[in-house]
């Protein structure tokens, strides 16, 4: 039997998922052994090592934006679930309170307490352990340490400022601490923590303007927090992400000229910087068969970056572009867009991912090599 050839194009298509007006197709990935007679889709490191890339489009302290090309689909949706969920961070779980006269109730405030986002040094973060909570199995759980808990207090008292205006109907100025923000939580360090956060790497709230509670004259709010480590897949709170998402890369392919008034309404159909408008030659002119032929000088419509491109379809809706534009996705481009909570950088959440990926994985290999023996 003569072998099965492909053509140079057929692995290109293989990758787009076609967006068609009204459906979506070719969604299934096919790059596994035994669906293509003749080709060979066995999994290689060396493969994968090669057509693997990283690009970064984006990198700011709470907002990071990066391509991951050559990867599966589950593996790309692996790291998102995981920097959601099961990245560690540090947040506000148990509240002490000793006195509370606000017209907050006590579980409210606690609650409150315990969404804002903190920060501090990453290798104190990282050097701090696991807390284990009291459980049927051990009634008592993890002792309060150094190494399991930090401790933030919040003692605040609301008086009337002798020295306001009369007529002064402002309360932030008419009283002393008519409003209480995050940035009156005070760190309390202890044991070896004083050597992990110091020097501006203090346990403290990301965001100091965070409005806690208002207070009125007489009103008292005297509390202590204990703060652990936890995984977002336990509580939202310790999520330290506060959207991560991905999307695949648009491609859009003009299959025939889209020449004058068309190439500028073509140009309407997309966001702005997606498909730009460019003056046809009088090479281009002459060549025969390009469908340029008589109109040098006229302008033409060209993709410029279809990164930008929302895949709206738009453009699918007009007849005179019919036959003449082809929309789809890159099913192996992933492009994430990940902010930060503020307990890590935008760009190294990525690698805590990565990091927690290795340990599943390496966990999954000893469960197997148990299970053999």
């Not at 760190?187 to 709230?205: H, K, L, V, W």
């Not at 040098?296 to 036959?323: I, M, N, W, Y």
């Not at 192996?332 to 950088?345: A, C, K, L, Y």
């Amino acid at each position: 039997m003569a072998p099965i050839t492909t053509s140079s194009e057929e692995p290109s298509r293989r990758r787009i998922i076609n967006i068609n007006a009204e459906t979506v197709t070719n969604i299934p990935s096919t790059d596994f052994p035994g669906h293509w007679p003749g080709e060979s889709h066995e999994w290689s490191r060396e493969r994968f090592q090669n057509a693997f890339q990283v690009e970064f489009h984006k990198s700011e302290a709470l907002d990071a934006s990066f391509s991951l090309i050559g990867l599966d689909a589950s593996i790309a949706n692996a790291f998102r679930r995981i920097l959601i969920a099961e990245v560690p961070t540090l947040a506000i779980e148990f509240v002490y309170i000793l006195n509370n006269t606000s017209v907050i109730q006590d579980e409210v405030l606690a609650s409150r307490l315990g969404l804002i986002p903190l920060k501090g040094s990453i290798d104190g973060l990282n050097w701090m352990r696991w807390f284990k909570k009291p459980t049927d199995e051990d009634p008592e759980g993890s002792e309060p340490s150094d190494f399991n808990t930090v401790v933030l207090k919040l003692s605040v008292e609301c008086t009337v400022n002798e020295d306001a205006a009369p007529d002064e109907d402002d309360p932030r100025k008419r009283y002393h601490n008519a409003h209480i923000y995050a940035r009156d939580m005070v760190f309390i360090p202890s044991g070896r923590q004083q050597s992990f956060f110091t020097n501006g790497n203090e346990i403290a709230p990301v965001n100091p303007d965070i409005l806690i509670a208002k207070l009125r004259p007489g009103q008292v709010i005297d509390l202590e927090m204990h703060c652990i480590k936890g995984i977002g897949a336990d509580h939202a709170k310790f999520s330290p992400v506060a959207t991560a998402t991905y999307r695949l890369l648009p491609e859009i392919r003009i299959l025939r000229p889209i020449i004058g008034q068309d190439a500028k309404k073509f140009a309407k159909c997309f966001p702005k910087g997606v498909i730009g408008l460019e003056t046809i030659t009088s090479d281009e002119a002459a060549q025969r068969g390009s469908g340029y032929e008589g109109h040098a000088g006229e302008q033409k419509a060209v993709v410029v970056d279809p990164f930008k491109d929302t895949v709206s379809r738009e453009c699918l809706r007009h007849d005179e572009f019919k036959d003449k534009v082809k929309l789809g996705r890159v099913r192996d481009h992933f492009i994430f867009n990940v902010e930060s909570t503020g307990q890590f950088p935008s760009d190294t959440l990525f690698l805590e991912s990565v990091k927690v990926l290795k340990l599943k994985c390496a966990r999954l290999k000893r469960n197997l090599a148990d299970l053999m023996q």
